[in-house]
């Protein structure tokens, strides 16, 4: 059991000496825990075995699921990739910093275990104050997935990195709560065209106005795949709830009609039941459910996406036996916000 420090950090305006003292634990072998502009990451040195080891431990997290190199300016990239084409310079003009990972060949001196054994490596350049000045300042690569248990959803504030990481970490350094609140969208370059693995904040439609042609791996509707492809970005999904998650999806007046059924005959059986709902319809529910938790309104994806991960911890803290959760439109953002709750329901889905 490490002792595990938490300080707050001015988001527009870090603290240099702070971010220094991180560096040096980073530099000294040791795992802080960070905001970024999407979900707070697990930072270590990523071009050391020893310390990317460290983060795998920490988790609990599979060491074939890889991991981002987090760089602080588009210059880095070269250090740990080839075939920097016309396109990743595109790309990079175009969405970094972001929330927007490019998949390249690895260079052979990263260590394999950073990529999860694969001979790609993603690499990413944060939007955020606090990330990027720790990364320089370490002056070296921060490998760094989300600074949440494996399994549990991404931390958008430091109280979730607390909950799941206290005494497995040296540091956490709060900068507030996470602007964008889903994942940086992965996008593999070694492909042609490229693949988005893994939906994110950048929308595929964003992505082809600057490079054509982008093919998706989790397609609109559709789970992730059991079997076949095994990109790490299918295999894993992003967490696994204690509470078992119906996603309704359909004509939204039929879905609350139905949600409304299914939490009267689960009261029946006396269930406590659990409601994910839009801001527009949180009284359609309220005499249905034990509790209703809004994520946002569904005309404001931006939000949705920004309180995904805290809507479900927090209603998970109530421990309902069931969560019934409202679908969202798949357009734009909208993709990446059902790819999460698609994978948190787990084949639970309900068209209606
Ligand atoms: P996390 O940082 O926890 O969001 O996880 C990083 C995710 O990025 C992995 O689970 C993969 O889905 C994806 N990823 C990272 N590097 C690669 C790679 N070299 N090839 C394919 N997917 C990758
Ligand atoms: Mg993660």
Redesign the pocket.
């Known amino acids: 059991m490490k002792e595990t420090r938490i300080v707050k950090v001015n988001p527009d305006s870090p603290d240099i000496h702070e971010i220094r003292q991180a560096a040096s634990i980073i530099r000294n072998g040791g795992l802080v825990a960070f905001p970024t502009e999407t979900v707070y990451g697990l930072g270590a040195d990523g071009l050391r075995e020893d310390t990317v080891n460290k983060i795998f431990i920490a988790k609990g997290r599979p060491q074939d699921n890889p991991l981002i190199l987090h760089v602080s300016s588009p210059d880095d990239i070269s250090q740990v990739a080839t075939c920097i084409s016309p396109v990743v310079d595109k790309l990079v003009e175009g969405f970094w910093p972001g929330p927007l990972t490019l998949v390249l060949p690895k260079k052979p001196h990263v260590p394999d275990v950073v990529s999860g054994g694969l001979p790609t490596i993603g690499v990413r350049m944060p939007d955020n104050l606090i990330a990027l000045t720790l990364i320089a300042e370490s002056g070296t690569l921060l490998a760094a997935?989300?600074a949440?248990l494996s399994g549990r959803p991404?931390p958008t504030q430091a109280s979730h990195v607390v909950d799941d990481m206290w005494g497995r970490i040296d540091l956490v350094l709060d900068g507030g709560p996470t602007r964008l609140g889903v994942?940086s969208t992965v996008l593999d370059l070694t492909q042609d065209p490229p693949l988005i693995l893994r939906p994110g904040s950048v929308t595929r439609e964003e992505l082809e106005d600057v490079v054509g042609v982008v093919n998706s791996l989790a397609e609109k509707n559709e789970e992730r795949p059991s079997s076949g492809k095994t990109l790490p970005a299918a295999k894993y999904p992003?967490y696994i709830l204690d509470t078992p998650l119906f996603l309704f999806e359909g004509e939204p007046q039929a879905v609350i009609k139905r949600i409304q059924e299914e939490a009267e005959k689960l009261r029946e059986r006396s269930k406590k039941v659990g409601i994910i709902s839009s801001l527009e319809n949180k009284e359609q529910y309220l005499d249905y459910a034990d509790v209703v938790e809004v994520v946002g309104s569904r005309y404001d994806m931006t939000k949705v996406a920004a309180s995904l991960y805290s809507t479900l911890r927090e209603v998970e803290a109530h421990k309902v036996h069931v969560l019934l959760a409202e679908g969202f439109s798949d357009r734009g953002l909208g993709f990446a916000v059902m790819n999460r709750l698609r994978e948190a329901a787990r084949g639970r889905v309900i068209h209606v």
């Open positions: 997935p989300s949440n991404s994942e992003h």
